[in-house]
């Protein structure tokens, strides 16, 4: 197949990858090794529809958030065991979260709340890698995160990215061995600072509508030219579909708008807050209200060895406000019954508060929250022990978690995607859908 030239060579890199013809996600599978195998039924082929949630935000908090200062709580502990801090009363009898969270404890009732996530992995890299994939890190291959896959198996909705990353991708949000199209887009600049600006969405200086419909239109002429001379209309195609996707986001006003949170009024604002964590959250809820399906945002830091006390009281009110706004905005927009909204972090801490007056890293228990999407409002599922060491009831792990919010998104997270060398891997090995979990 003759070479297509790109204009100075400067865009020649990309190009070459995007145009393998005929290869399934740059992996090296031809399509005729993917559609035999299909045939064979080698590849479970499940087909992915929009289920109860239609879009996702991700909260994540790296570092590892002490559950029992914030998901739960201890209060009948000794001192050294429950830390520092008191209770806050949720709306369902009995149940009390940290006092820490005083605001999320008031929508608590729309929320379920998991205490009894049972984990392995202690270390920050690892247990994060796990979080996003649902997979133990692995030198042999590296997993897609929960975003890449919803935007594999649904793609963009409303000339919106499908998968955005507030305020920037993570380490392990990628893609994995999935094509790099299902990646993230990071928004480039933190919506909680001043000049906050997204990239990529403004029309370089000097370039009106007209003449940037005009640059597409020149484009499109010199495309159908190699087409006809390569004579192959799939030598362009993979290419196309960034150019067409980018287009679709530059020239749609109502994309644009999207990620302009000035358009919100200061009361909608106050509801979340004025620490950094609320203009990402409140960033997150108008992304999904506008289309876009997997929104993750991360906020903090909560790797606290030492001093916890004073160091949750820098931390946490932020997110209080935040997700407790976020929650509340959602419910009253009508988006919260099809958003599921996932709170995680790495691992919970040790049980007792050790001579530095912090908590060290522990995997054995800890908690996770969830909203919308079809999960059950109002809903403590499992338990840990009375020292937070050790699960005591419904003991659950993190693929089970990933695996039944892609059921409720609509993906059945036994479905195999091919990774490099042909080879059929599932979205989760061995997750399972815990119905006890949804409403």
Excluded: C
Excluded at 42 to 59: C, F, H, R, T
Excluded at 150 to 161: A, T, Y
Excluded at 282 to 302: C, D, I, M, N, Q
Excluded at 334 to 352: M, N
């Amino acid at each position: 197949m003759p070479s297509i030239p790109a204009a100075g060579n400067r865009f020649a890199p990309a190009r070459r990858e995007f145009l393998r013809v005929g290869v399934v996600g740059g992996l090296g599978l031809t399509l005729g090794d993917f559609f035999a195998m299909k045939a064979r039924g080698d590849l479970k082929n499940y087909e992915s529809k929009e289920g109860v949630a239609k879009s996702i935000i991700q909260i994540v908090l790296p570092g590892g958030m002490a559950h029992q200062e914030s998901w739960d709580p201890k209060p009948e502990a000794p001192l050294e065991y429950r830390g520092p801090f008191g209770v806050a009363k949720t709306k369902m009898p009995g149940i009390v979260l940290n006092e820490n969270f005083r605001n999320i404890a008031q929508v608590a009732d729309k929320m379920t709340i998991i205490r009894s996530i049972a984990g392995k992995e202690a270390d920050h890299g690892r247990a994060t890698y796990t979080m996003y994939t649902g997979y133990r890190k692995s030198p042999a291959i590296e997993h897609p995160s929960l975003g890449a896959v919803v935007s594999h198996e649904f793609g963009p909705r409303k000339d919106l990215p499908p998968y955005v990353a507030v305020p920037s991708a993570t380490e392990y949000g990628g893609t994995g061995y999935l094509g790099s199209q299902f990646g993230p887009f990071g928004i480039g600049s933190d919506p909680a600072r001043n000049g906050y600006k997204v990239r990529d969405l403004s029309l370089p200086p000097g370039v009106d509508d007209q003449r940037f419909s005009t640059r597409r239109e020149i484009r499109d002429v010199v495309d159908d030219h190699f087409r006809y001379q390569a004579g192959k209309a799939e030598a362009l195609g993979a290419m196309d579909e960034f150019y067409q996707r980018a287009y679709a986001l530059i020239s749609s006003p109502a994309a644009r708008e999207a990620f302009d949170i000035e358009k919100e009024t200061a009361a909608t604002r106050a509801k979340y807050g004025t620490s950094e964590a609320g203009p990402r959250f409140l960033l997150a809820r108008r992304l999904v209200e506008a289309g876009v399906r997997f929104v993750t945002v991360s906020y903090g830091g909560w790797d606290m060895h030492a001093g916890i006390e004073n160091a949750m009281r820098r931390q946490a009110p932020g997110l209080d406000s935040a997700l407790a706004g976020l929650i509340r905005d959602l419910d009253d927009r009508g988006l919260l019954a099809s958003t599921i909204v996932l709170v995680t972090s790495e691992f919970g801490r040790t049980p007792k508060i050790n001579a530095s007056a912090g908590r060290d890293h522990f995997p054995r228990v800890f908690s996770v929250a969830v909203a919308g999407g079809g999960f059950k409002k109002g809903f403590v599922y499992g338990s840990s022990n009375s020292t937070a060491s050790e699960p005591e009831e419904n003991p659950i792990r993190v693929e089970d978690v990933l695996t039944t919010v892609y059921h409720q998104l609509g993906i059945n997270a036994d479905k195999e995607l091919m990774a490099p060398g042909a080879r059929p891997i599932e979205i989760i090995d061995g997750g399972e859908v815990v119905k006890g979990l949804i409403g």
